[in-house]
């Protein structure tokens, strides 16, 4: 069997199951970060993971005839590895509500925006119903947002953890574990 | 201190801050169906709440010289009581990712809605970016997306637990716990 388990990004965040889930494993797979957060509870092989689609296939076939479990940070359907596998999705704490809790903002008031790697697109027409909160990376282009206040949150819950808020136009963002905060 | 705490909403969703939290309280706040995903760790007094601001502001008062918890059915800040309170928030599993889990589609993907208890705004403008996700109650009428196909989830991870797929115009909503997907 294969399972794509959310381990959440704080310590302290992982599920009743998803422990269950990591402890009956036979091999655990994830980054060097989703790795460190299960640690606590891997009692078999890990591997940090490639980020391939090759490599993808080649493990869903390992785990035809073992326990294989995938470290997602946070939670797998939040631009994470959910829908990259065919596997059984285990839910973790997210980025994102970890962002909605410094904020105070329930993520029905929002629209999540995945600009990793990627241009998002519709910001302008997006933030006319929502705030909008922002998954960047270090590529991102916050002076788009020009004179309004933005929050912009870096390496939440890891120790160089920086929250600040200011014009965008005076901003940058320094890390690709960032997210941008635009107030409707 | 006063805590609100997300339970998740299926078996082995609670993690382990959240458990820490619950073991440590002084009295435990919530609804029966918190109280229940929660009992193997309440050691204390246990209350059903009363939803109501006064109540709020008379719990917000008794936890000046008490550690008290408020148990909050999946994540405080989806629909949730992370926003009714002034105290410490700890992320739960939501129904949102239950759902996303099932549909096998990302969150960056979607806008979440909520209409329980009230008429949601600007779904059709929504509609044009993302799919919808809304939380819905039985006052929801469904028949405005017409031949639409939705689907239509309820009771997630409840015994009558119940998901369907059709066009619109034939479903009703029959729980306060349900989940409409309506694809872009």
Redesign the interface.
């Known amino acids: 069997m294969l399972y794509v388990v959310g381990v ?1 990004v ?8 998803a ?2 889930l990591i402890k009956n494993a036979d091999v655990v797979y994830g980054s060097k970060r989703a790795l460190k957060l299960a640690e606590d509870y891997i009692v078999c092989e890990k591997r940090v993971m490639k980020y391939s689609d090759d490599e993808y296939r080649r493990i869903e076939k390992e785990s035809k005839d073992k326990n294989v479990v995938i470290l997602s940070t946070g ?6 590895l ?2 990259k596998f065919n596997g059984s ?1 285990e ?4 980025s ?3 962002a ?2 410094k904020l ?5 008031d929002v ?4 600009a990793h790697a990627k241009k998002p697109e ?1 910001l302008n ?2 933030l006319r ?2 705030h909008l909160l922002i ?1 960047a990376d270090r590529k991102f282009d916050i002076s788009i947002f020009g004179d309004r206040g933005v929050y912009l949150m870096e390496n939440l819950c890891m120790e160089n953890e920086k929250v600040v808020c200011d014009k965008a136009v005076g901003l940058e963002v320094r890390s690709d574990y960032t997210i941008v905060f635009v107030r409707r």
């Not at 939670?75 to 994470?80: R, T």
């Not at 839910?91 to 997210?94: A, E």
């Not at 105070?104 to 029905?108: R, S, W």
């Not at 629209?111 to 995945?114: I, M, R, S």
């Open positions: 959440g704080c310590k302290g965040h992982l599920t009743r199951k422990i269950e939670d797998p359907m939040v631009s994470g959910g829908t999705i839910p973790g704490i997210s994102v509500q970890v909605l809790v105070g903002v329930d993520l029905c629209v999540v925006v995945d519709n027409e997006l119903f929502r998954l």
